[in-house]
C-alpha cells in the first residue's frame, strides 16, 4: 500500500501546534482548498467531521474519523467516505517537541485508489490515471498543509492573539 | 539558500537508532555509497571525520564537523571541506522518542551551490546543471540515508548481536 511521510520544522511551541491541530472546524482558516469542517460527533479522543475541499477546482466532500492521542500528540486521521478517486486514505499528524519553542511536525498518509469498475474510477479516468493523481494530490498536499500549519503556528507566536 | 527536511518512522527505539547515527566510523558499513569514514578528531561531543562517498561513479570525499548533542539527539553536521560542485553543506540528523519502541527519525539539510568560475562549476557543469544536480542527490540521498538507517536499526532489533 503507498505509503508517505513528510515533516516540517515549526518555530512555535508543541502547545500552539497541537491546539491548531486539534481544532478541526478550525482548518477552513487555516488550508486555502479547505471550504468548510463540521464535528458530526466526538469529544477530547476522537472527532468524526465532515470536510468539503476544492480540489483541483471541483468541490470534494468526505468524512474523516480522527483518533486524538493527546498524551503522545498523535491524530490518526482516516476517511469514513471517501473522495471519488480514493479507495482509501488514512494517516497521522504527529507533533514532537524540540526543544521549547519548536516543533517537529509530521504527516503520513497510507492509502490506495479507489477500484476501476468497468475499466474506470470514478467514471472517468484509467487506473493509472487516477493512481497518479493520488500519488501527486498527496505530494502536494503534504507540503501544503505542513506549511499552512507551520505559518498559522508562527504568526500565533509572532502576533498572539 | 536551498533547505529541505525528510523524515521516516523506525521501528526501533531511540538509544538503537542514536548509537547508529553517533558512530561515524560505523556509517561505511551502513550507507552503501559510503567507502570510508575515519575520524580526524573528537570526543563525546563533537567529531571532525574524513568521508570518502561514491558519487555517481566517482569517488569523492570532504571533511565534516558533527556537532553532538546527546540530550535532544540531535547531530549538526557541516563540511568543512565540501565536494566539488558543493559550495555549502550542512544540516541535522534529528531522532525524536514515538513511544517506547519507535523512532520519528528527521534528516535536514542547507546547502549551496559551488560558485562557478569562468561559467563552470567544478570546471565541467553550468550552473544550471550543478543545482540541478545538487538538489537530485540531496533528495535521493535523504531518502535513501534515512532508510539506511531505518533497515540497520529494524536488523539489530530483530537479530540482536
Given at each position: 500500500m503507498p505509503y508517505a511521510e513528510h515533516t516540517v520544522t515549526v518555530d512555535a511551541s508543541i502547545s500552539v501546534v497541537w491546539d491548531l491541530l486539534v481544532d478541526v472546524e478550525g482548518y477552513a482558516r487555516i488550508f486555502p482548498p479547505t471550504q468548510d469542517v463540521k464535528i458530526i460527533e466526538g469529544d477530547s479522543t476522537y472527532q468524526i467531521a465532515r470536510f468539503v475541499v476544492d480540489v483541483n477546482g471541483e468541490t470534494a466532500t468526505w468524512v474523516s474519523r480522527r483518533d486524538i492521542d493527546a498524551g503522545r500528540h498523535v491524530i490518526a486521521y482516516r476517511q469514513l467516505e471517501t473522495a471519488p478517486i480514493v479507495g482509501r486514505m488514512g494517516g497521522e499528524w504527529r507533533a514532537f517537541p524540540?526543544?521549547?519553542?519548536?516543533t517537529q511536525l509530521v504527516l503520513t498518509h497510507d492509502f490506495e485508489t479507489r477500484e476501476a469498475v468497468d475499466g474506470k474510477v470514478a467514471g472517468r479516468f484509467s487506473p493509472e490515471e487516477a493512481d497518479a493523481m493520488l500519488h501527486a494530490a498527496v505530494e502536494r498536499n503534504s507540503v501544503a498543509d505542513l506549511n499552512a500549519v507551520k505559518s498559522e503556528a508562527e504568526r500565533l507566536v509572532a502576533e498572539p492573539a
Open positions: 524540540f526543544g521549547a519553542d519548536r
